[in-house]
């Protein structure tokens, strides 16, 4: 496993993940397509050239999720039981077709569970900027991660 246990995760550790994910055009068509999100702004070329981006932009929630999973293999692969939810979501600049997301993730809290002693609670923020190093969307996500020293579940 690479990812880290709860007692590896401290408040305010900053981890930059080396590796980015160049988003694609069939990346973009495909996610739209199979979670059923018709928006014009991600599937029609003449529509998005009459808005004020000039093209398309690469769906939200596809970027949403490519950033939390750039995020896997530094953190969480093999030591997280369940995500617990995602809060506070900004997309302060759109992606486009052939821009590349890289990430960081900041540790913000963690506790132990009340109910299950061998996990812990830990809340994060993962960033993720275009090729650019501007800032393309923001998200809080709280996850259940194992205990080192966790007795049999």
Do not use: W
Request: charged share 20%; with cysteine; hydrophobic share 35%.
């Amino acid at each position: 496993m690479t990812g880290k246990y709860y007692e590896d995760l401290e408040v305010g550790q900053t981890f930059k993940h080396t590796t980015g994910r160049t988003l694609t055009e069939m990346d973009n068509v495909l996610f739209s397509t199979l979670t059923m999100n018709p928006q014009a702004l991600h599937l029609n070329e003449d529509f998005a050239r009459q808005t004020q981006f000039g093209q398309r932009l690469v769906n939200g929630i596809f970027t949403l999720g490519v950033v939390v999973g750039l995020s896997v293999q530094d953190i969480s692969q093999g030591t997280i039981v369940a995500n617990l939810g995602y809060e506070q979501v900004s997309h302060p600049r759109p992606m486009f077709h052939g821009d590349t997301l890289y990430a960081e993730t900041e540790v913000i809290s963690k506790r132990d569970s009340k109910s299950k002693p061998h996990l812990g609670i830990v809340t994060l923020k993962h960033i993720g900027r275009n090729q650019h190093g501007e800032i393309c969307i923001e998200v809080t996500r709280t996850a259940l991660f194992l205990k080192r020293e966790h007795p049999a579940r």
